[in-house]
């Protein structure tokens, strides 16, 4: 896989856990965001992990 693939995935995975980070600090967080967020990022882990390995 390009390293310009890895570095998209990267960058997307660090945004989801900006916007996590956010929610959950929040008085009131959507439970189902941050249940969404979580498991767009361990999608993109995932991927990553296949890349690399």
């Known amino acids: 896989m390009d390293t310009g693939h890895i570095s998209a995935l ?7 856990e900006a916007r996590l980070r956010t929610e959950i600090a929040r008085p009131a967080p ?6 969404t967020l ?3 990022k361990l ?6 992990a296949q890349s690399s390995g």
């Open 43 to 48: 999608a993109i882990k995932q991927e990553l």
């Open 10 to 16: 990267t960058a997307k995975h660090a945004g989801l």
């Open 30 to 35: 959507d439970t189902m965001l941050v249940a």
């Open 38 to 40: 979580k498991k767009q």
